[in-house]
Structures are given as structure tokens and as C-alpha cells.
């Protein structure tokens, strides 16, 4: 039987597999934003020396894979599975690099919770005694998404308050069994969750409801509370997102305020022209990857909840009507260098 | 560490995961093929009352979903967690399915591997105590992937005599820690490999060199030979990609021309005007669903190996001009009915 579940929604992962190195690689808006001190790359321009701004999001996401299996002492044949996505139709990004890098590959889509949705199934993986190593990896990149779900960037459309700005980078950890690191004790994966809103332009209230939804499963299952995270970061809710999360959250009897951010705040500061803030897969995995790995390393947070955010849509369910069904899934990161 | 990892590759399931159910829903055109028998539902007309392809893949898959759960003696409710996906962009027929089943949800994108690898993440969730109930799903749908990844069928193009017949319908199976059922014994997770193919109408070329090193991969772990199994069985890559497999499989030492058959060979006949055979994430579904699953339940399989095989291709890549990396996952599923 299932002895590692914990409630309905919740699986426990005793053996807390390490994240042991991580890294990130962001473009120039991103490198110019309040985070870019802990970013590993900043890369000059968003074509990275690529023909076109596809292969060079998978690049991107190359590069952030074997910069990360570097960092943690270790070369691609080490590695046992990799897992990741990211946003472009058919995961070409995550395609192509899990070609050049030659490891076992689990391609996953999640759109924007596929940090957490990687980071989820990698560290299954590690507890379960089925790898010793493996990588959790996802990518986005500005120019490539707006084509793909919205415009063309030389059409040079107006974008309303409520939108928001796909994150440019990529982030990847490396998961193991043993060795040093924080580490994942609990992952909550979510279900899919649709309140109806249709409106592309504003993924942060669509996505809203399931981050809301696993935020609350999470709690019931585990019975944490708000005192036991130092944070809890949905993944690219952006303003108006996380505003209506914590309400939702909150009506169903828990208070998040004293700890909730969202990773698309973080990542843009305010006179950067981002409306609502940041988004896409890179989001989440950047702002975990670099900003709140360096705080778990240092101690400076004990635990965290990562909820990463994904609106499921497409262009063509779109224009067929449908609204934007969205899933969360969450994962308990906890510093090492405590007994709590 | 790794207790349940044998050589390089391939995972040992030593709880056995039970696969207690299967259903599968296919097209009229599937519905005049040599398999008929073997599938729960035929449809009457590829729409399913729907006013898109795309709403109908996606209610094929959740229908078909809901049937395997009702044939367990289930709920979705009992379900702890769904893994799946599909071809089109987004896989928005598992996300749209996934909204309305209300099961936890891993979206996965593998191309026309996807029915291996939710299969394998699927039951590796039941081997390590993850899950008591999970489902591993995939469809395909000959229309939407036509107008996606080639051209809208107004158009009218000839297919030339390489070419695939993207399957309509979908399979799904009920994986369980306790019941009866065939079991899930090994997995063999994929690398991504490309031996530059580029012609997108030519698939299964492209494909058979990752099916080819995912059999070697998984003989070399093993130590099984030919003789270990009475079934190896392909996903969609047709008669052309059956060969160059063959004979590649044959170049590293091993022979498995008494054994092997292709999926995409076996669900159509060859006067349906499918050229080169089936395809599609829904095609080793059905198949293995459908055909394969009911042999294994009356013991005329004794174990087989599933090695479904996706290509990753997106239209944007081929427009780029990259060639077309392939995928394949192999399952080794065997027979309750014995001590072998």
C-alpha cells in the first residue's frame, strides 16, 4: 500500500532526497532585475548566439543542465533520468537538449509548473531508490512564447495592465540521494482547476484557483500552517494572481500573508514594464534555482513551500472557447542545516 | 541508492505492479481493422458529438479513462494520480480530460512514447508506495494531429508511401499495487537519439534508431534475449521503421525476428491505404490496451516487451531545419498466469 502518501493529495519522501547543486541562466531584462546577483548567467542577447530564438531557448536549457551537473561535481553520464519541459509546442527545447546530453529523458509538460512538476517526479525517483542522481529542469524564453501564444513581437500589440512577461532563462537542479543540500521531504501535486476565465491576458487569475487548491490540500494533508514555512512562492501569478490566491487560501480558513510571494513578483522590479510581472516556466525555476536555493544553503530559510503555476491552454482551445484550466503542484524544500 | 536499478538503463519493479484494467476507444477506421474485436468502443464518426477533433480526442480520452476506472470496480475518486498526454500542443486533450476527471495530475509529453512512459512513472508511483490506483493514458486523433503537424485535411495533399496513419482513439490502463492483472516487471527509460532524419513524413525511419537503442539497452541491463519473450512490440513505427530496427537491433548481436511486431503493423490491414501503417500516441495504446492486454490476461503472453517510440519533432523545428529526434520507452509486462 501507498505508505508514502499523507492525506489525499500529499506524498512524504522520507529519505529526503538532497537537491545538491543547482544553476541558472536568465537574459539581459532578467539580468537586469532585483535578483541578478544570484543568477549564474546573464546572457547578453536572447539569441545566444543561436538562428533563432527556439534553439536558443533550447541552449538555454542545455547549458543550465550542464552547468548545474557541473556545479555538483558530476558530468552528464552520472546522471541517471533527466526531467523537464518547457513551453514551446511538442517540448522542443527540453527535446533537443536531452538529444545533445544523452541522458535518459522523461519529457513532461506542465507550462509553468513543470519546476515543480520535474522536481516532484525527480525526487520520487531519488526515494524510491530508483536513481542516484537525476536532473529537474524547465526553460522559457520571451520572444519564443509570444509568438507561440499570442503575437508575433514584430506586430508590436499593446499589452493590457493585467499581463504579464514570460521570464527569459532556465533553471535545473540536480537531485540525489546522498551528498549535501536542501533537501524535498513532502510534494503535493495538483489537480487541475478551472474557474472559467478565458482571458489570455491574464494567466494569474486563471492559474489562481489551483494554486489556491494545492496550497490547501497541502496544508490539510501535512497540517502545516503558515509558522512552519519561511516562505511560500507560487510560481507566476504575477500581482493580480497572488492577490486572489491568498484570498482563496484564506477563505478556506488559512492565512498565508506574513510568508506568501510569488516568483513573478520577485523576479522584475516595478520600473522594469512588466504589468503584472513575470511568468512562464523559467519564472519559477529561475527565482527557486538562484534566489531561494542561495537562502536554503545559507540557512536563511528553513523551509519552503514552491508552488509552481501552469495555465494548460492553448492556442487552439482558445479559439475554440474554452477557458484556461490551470494545476499547481507543490513541493516542500527544507534547509540542511537544521534539526527542526 | 539505486537498490532497484539494473545496469545502466532499466529499473526492476519488484513489487510487481498490477495493470487490473484497460480500456480502449478507437475511430470508425480503426474500428474496420484486423483489431476490432479487442477494442471496448468503436465510434460511429470521428466527432464523438463533439464540434471540434480536438474536444473529441480529448473526450476519447477521458471516456476512455473513465472506462479502464469502471472496469477496475473504481471511482476516478480511487485514483490517486493520472499521468498522460497526447500530440497536440499544450497535450490539451489530458489537461482538458484531467479538468474534468478531477484526478491529480502529471502531465507528460513523449510523443507517440507517451503510453511507455506514463506506464513506467505510472507504475514506478505504485512500486515505491506512492500510489495504491494510478492511471497511465494517451490518445491520438488522426484529424487534429493531421491539421497540427501537416497539413488540414481541406487541403488535400498525397501522402507518399512512407507516410503514417495517425490512430484515432485512446488507451489507458489502471495500475495497482494489490488486485490481479498482468505486472509490470521492468522499465526501460529512453535517450533521445537522432541520427538526422529529416523528411516529417517519415517517421518511422526516424524513430527506429531510438527503438533499436532502447531494446539493446534494455537486452544488455537484462541479460534477456529473444527467446525471454514471446512478444517485442513497437509503437507506430510501420513497416520501414520495423525493419531498420530489426536489422539495427541485429548489428549490436541480437536477433529478434521470431518475436517482433509493430503496433502500427498490427492495428491496421493492408487494404485500409495506411502506406507505411499506423501511428500516433494512440496507437500503441490501443493496441497494448486492447490486443495485447487481453492476450496477456489469458496467458497466450506470457511477457512481453512494449517499446513505445515517439518522434520530437515540432513543425517549428522541421522549419528550422532540424532533423527529427526520436524516443522510445520499454516496458516489460507479463502474464499473471504464471511462474516463469
Request: charged share 20%; with cysteine; glycine share 10%.
Amino acid at each position: 500500500m501507498a505508505n508514502n502518501k499523507v492525506g489525499q493529495q500529499t506524498l512524504k519522501l522520507n529519505s529526503h532526497p538532497k537537491i545538491i547543486a543547482t544553476a541558472s541562466i536568465v537574459g539581459p531584462k532578467e539580468g537586469e532585475g532585483p535578483l541578478k546577483e544570484y543568477f549564474d548567467m546573464v546572457l547578453q542577447d536572447d539569441y545566444f548566439g543561436e538562428k533563432s530564438w527556439e534553439k536558443a531557448e533550447s541552449k538555454i536549457l542545455r547549458e543550465t543542465v550542464k552547468l548545474a551537473v557541473q556545479k555538483a561535481g558530476l558530468t552528464p553520464e552520472d546522471i541517471h533520468y533527466m526531467l523537464g519541459g518547457d513551453l514551446l509546442n511538442q517540448i522542443i527545447s527540453a527535446s533537443f537538449a536531452a538529444r545533445e546530453l544523452k541522458i535518459p529523458f522523461f519529457g513532461l509538460y506542465g507550462a509553468c509548473s513543470t519546476m515543480a512538476e520535474s522536481l516532484t517526479l525527480g525526487s520520487i525517483l531519488i526515494d524510491g531508490q530508483y536513481a542516484d542522481y537525476v536532473v529537474a529542469v524547465t526553460s522559457s524564453h520571451f520572444s519564443s512564447a509570444e509568438r507561440q501564444f499570442r503575437f508575433p513581437l514584430e506586430h508590436g500589440n499593446q499589452r493590457p495592465p493585467t499581463s504579464q512577461w514570460t521570464v527569459t532563462g532556465s533553471g535545473a537542479m540536480v537531485v540525489a540521494s546522498g551528498g549535501e543540500g536542501p533537501c524535498v521531504t513532502y510534494v503535493t501535486p495538483g489537480r487541475v482547476i478551472d474557474l472559467g476565465i478565458k482571458d489570455a491576458n491574464n494567466m494569474g487569475a486563471a492559474m489562481a484557483p489551483a494554486a489556491a487548491h494545492t496550497i490547501v490540500a497541502h496544508f490539510r494533508d501535512t497540517g502545516f500552517l503558515q509558522r512552519d514555512y519561511d516562505v511560500i512562492a507560487t510560481g507566476d501569478l504575477g500581482k493580480i494572481g497572488k492577490d486572489i490566491t491568498q484570498e482563496m487560501v484564506l477563505k478556506e480558513g488559512y492565512d498565508i500573508s506574513l510568508v506568501y510571494t510569488d516568483c513573478g513578483i520577485e523576479v522584475f522590479s516595478d520600473d522594469q514594464d512588466v504589468n503584472s510581472g513575470g511568468s512562464g516556466c523559467g519564472c519559477s525555476a529561475v527565482v527557486t534555482c538562484g534566489y531561494f536555493y542561495d537562502r536554503l544553503v545559507k540557512g536563511e530559510i528553513k523551509r519552503m513551500l514552491l508552488v509552481a503555476t501552469g495555465a494548460l491552454l492553448s492556442p487552439t482551445s482558445s479559439q475554440q472557447g474554452e477557458s484556461i484550466p490551470g494545476i499547481a503542484h507543490a513541493v516542500t524544500i527544507e534547509s540542511m542545516s537544521k534539526g527542526r
